[in-house]
């Protein structure tokens, strides 16, 4: 069968301008084409659509509730397709994230910063905790943790970056916890 919505809009056209002609010379296809055409949705739907003379046609009950709902129809794809477009186009939504509090204060916000600059359209919400959480479960669409991960087969994980966590103290105080005993390394 040929493309139904290409012979939809061809129909609707037919109906719009009065015949096969008119449509013809309006959508540069040949009256033979649109014929074969409407002849395909009129073969599909087991109904004629059209009641068709030498001089004139006119719309049958069919053709009449059929015309008003193919205009739905192609006006609803043309939507859709409007709709993609636009998410195509520029990313947009909220964005919900959890991190680590002490990665996310010293390298994620920085990180948040720079993303929202190039995507403004989208908001996120950043969970900083250090509990483990679930995304899906816990309503986040990304998580970022540090160390090894559990497995998990519904969530997909991809290494970030290196982060080494180093513990630091004043020469001084290393000096007198050793004094009081307290073994620090």
Same mark, same amino acid.
């Given at each position: 069968?040929?493309?139904?919505?290409?012979?939809?809009?061809?129909?609707?056209?037919?109906?719009?301008l009065g015949s096969f002609a008119a449509?013809?010379?309006?959508?540069?296809?040949?009256?033979?084409?649109?014929?074969?055409?409407?002849?395909?949705?009129?073969?599909?739907?087991?109904?004629?659509?059209?009641?068709?003379?030498?001089?004139?046609?006119?719309?049958?009950?069919?053709?009449?509730?059929?015309?008003?709902q193919c205009r739905l129809v192609l006006?609803?794809?043309?939507?859709?397709?409007?709709?993609?477009?636009?998410?195509?186009?520029t990313p947009r939504g909220t964005l919900?994230?959890?991190?680590?509090?002490?990665?996310?204060?010293?390298?994620?916000?920085?990180?948040?910063?720079?993303?929202?600059?190039?995507?403004?359209?989208?908001?996120?919400?950043?969970?900083?905790?250090?509990?483990?959480?679930?995304?899906?479960?816990?309503?986040?669409?990304?998580?970022?943790? %540090?160390?090894?991960?559990? #497995?998990? =087969?519904? +969530?997909?994980?991809?290494?970030? *970056?290196?982060? &080494?966590?180093? %513990?630091?103290?004043?020469? #001084?105080? =290393?000096? +007198?916890?050793?004094?009081?005993? *307290?073994?620090? &390394?």
């Open positions: 069968m040929l493309d139904r919505l290409t012979s939809m809009k061809i129909f609707i056209k037919v109906v719009e449509a013809s010379q309006h959508l540069t296809l040949s009256p033979q084409m649109v014929a074969k055409h409407i002849e395909a949705l009129e073969h599909h739907l087991g109904a004629r659509l059209l009641h068709r003379t030498t001089r004139r046609q006119s719309l049958t009950e069919t053709g009449r509730l059929y015309c008003e006006q609803a794809a043309e939507r859709a397709d409007s709709l993609a477009a636009n998410t195509l186009g919900s994230v959890s991190v680590p509090v002490t990665f996310g204060r010293t390298v994620f916000l920085s990180f948040i910063h720079s993303f929202q600059k190039r995507y403004p359209e989208i908001q996120v919400h950043l969970s900083l905790t250090d509990q483990l959480v679930h995304p899906t479960m816990d309503g986040h669409e990304a998580v970022i943790r %540090i160390g090894e991960l559990e #497995t998990d =087969l519904t +969530a997909v994980s991809r290494p970030l *970056t290196a982060y &080494r966590r180093v %513990i630091c103290a004043a020469q #001084t105080y =290393l000096g +007198a916890s050793h004094k009081r005993g *307290t073994d620090i &390394r």
